[in-house]
């Protein structure tokens, strides 16, 4: 990106409301057969135009495609098992019912590819496309079948690497791999988790993201950080490993949330996408809140590798707030854009 502080989000939207339910996770669709295929292409593309309109550099497909970040890739793979649901707790949080991995699990054909095409028809602009990364992939299943957390995450790495080579090809610039597991299980993220992270972007030419956070604004998720306590240490776990990781771009939570900016040093020479905007909440930032925590973050971020963007995906926020967050973003970003470009 030649653009100072280009921004961008971490990844959903909301879905228009004759697509599927609003505000809820999982919401199932509205539409069926083909007529939800070419729903959700015009999703895509008003997701887009929302982006563009909102003035975002890098643009994704809000994540129009999906019902979840994570079900939606496993439904497309062999060896998961989609009737047989066990009830396990997710990132040791809150119980979901999940599917059970009942033999190898394998790639039969390309899950986003055909999307990313469709997006990449639609723009110019450098977009981003997000996949789920192989620990939280194995966090979101019951696994009977490798009996081995480690051994089904490499075997996920495997998977996304597919994908992501196929991605690449289809012209998408940044392959993002989120991996908000990583701000739980710190042990296996040091053991295996980075080493599995590295795997699923082997061979790749396109830049690559990790985006770490504390979840979407649900409840569990909201209560959950109210046992965190006043500082957010987490990211102290899984930085150093990052740091000397390939992985090109870290995404983080830091607007109203409780990590202390410093920790960002800990992945000094990374590019850092900034969260300047607040997914847990329906107030609408100022553009000037945006601009002072993307100035909190520059005292440790070099600025042509901080790129502001959202703490989370927006996919659990009535559309209007979040085209309003979009544009309080790019108006922040702007604020510092023209600081940095007067100095
Ligand atoms: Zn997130």
């Given amino acids: 990106m030649k653009k100072l502080l280009p921004t961008s989000t971490a990844g959903s939207l909301p879905k228009p409301s004759w697509l599927a339910q609003p505000e809820t996770l999982w919401s ?3 539409l069926q057969g083909d007529a939800l295929i070419e729903g959700k292409h015009d999703a895509l593309q008003l997701s887009l135009q929302a982006q563009q309109q909102a003035g975002i550099d890098i ?3 809000g994540e129009q495609t999906r019902q979840h970040f994570v079900t939606t890739f496993i439904e497309h793979l062999s060896g998961v098992d989609f009737e047989k649901r066990q009830t396990v707790r997710i990132r040791d949080r809150y119980d979901a019912s999940v599917p059970t991995v009942v033999g190898a699990v394998a790639r039969q054909k390309p899950v986003f590819v055909d999307d990313a095409k469709f997006l990449r028809q639609h723009t110019r602009q450098p977009i981003k496309w997000a996949l789920p990364g192989p620990m939280t992939m194995i966090d979101t299943l019951y696994d009977n079948h490798y009996k081995s957390r480690e051994k089904l995450a490499w075997e996920f790495a ?3 690497n597919q994908e992501a080579r196929e991605l690449e090809a289809a012209g998408v610039d940044i392959i993002q791999f989120d991996e908000p597991a990583f701000n739980v299980f710190f042990d296996e993220v040091n053991e295996w988790g980075v080493a599995t992270l590295e795997r699923a972007i082997e061979g790749l030419k396109c830049e690559t993201a990790v985006h770490i956070c504390y979840g979407y604004g649900i409840k569990a998720n909201t209560d959950w ?3 965190l ?5 987490q990211y102290e776990e899984a930085f150093p490993k990052l740091q000397k990781s390939s992985i090109d771009i870290v995404s983080l939570e830091c607007h109203n ?4 900016m410093e920790l960002i040093e800990l992945i000094r020479g990374k590019k850092v996408m900034v969260g300047a905007i607040d997914v847990a909440t329906h107030t609408i930032e100022t553009p000037e809140e945006v601009a002072s925590t993307l100035r909190k973050a520059l005292a440790f971020v070099d600025p042509d590798k ?3 963007c959202t703490n989370c995906g927006m996919a659990p926020l009535p559309r209007q707030v ?5 544009r309080a973003l790019s108006a922040g970003a702007d604020i510092v854009r023209r600081e940095l470009q007067n100095t």
Avoid: C, F, M, Q
Avoid at 229 to 233: A, D, I, K, L, V
Avoid at 257 to 260: G, N
């Fill in 322 to 326: 979040a085209r309003g967050k979009l």
């Fill in 28 to 30: 199932p669709w509205k």
């Fill in 257 to 260: 949330s409780h990590v202390p």
């Fill in 158 to 160: 495997g998977i996304l």
């Fill in 59 to 61: 643009v994704s497909d």
């Fill in 229 to 233: 306590g006043s500082e957010w240490r």
């Fill in 306 to 308: 901080l790129y502001p």
């Fill in 225 to 227: 950080k109210k046992t």
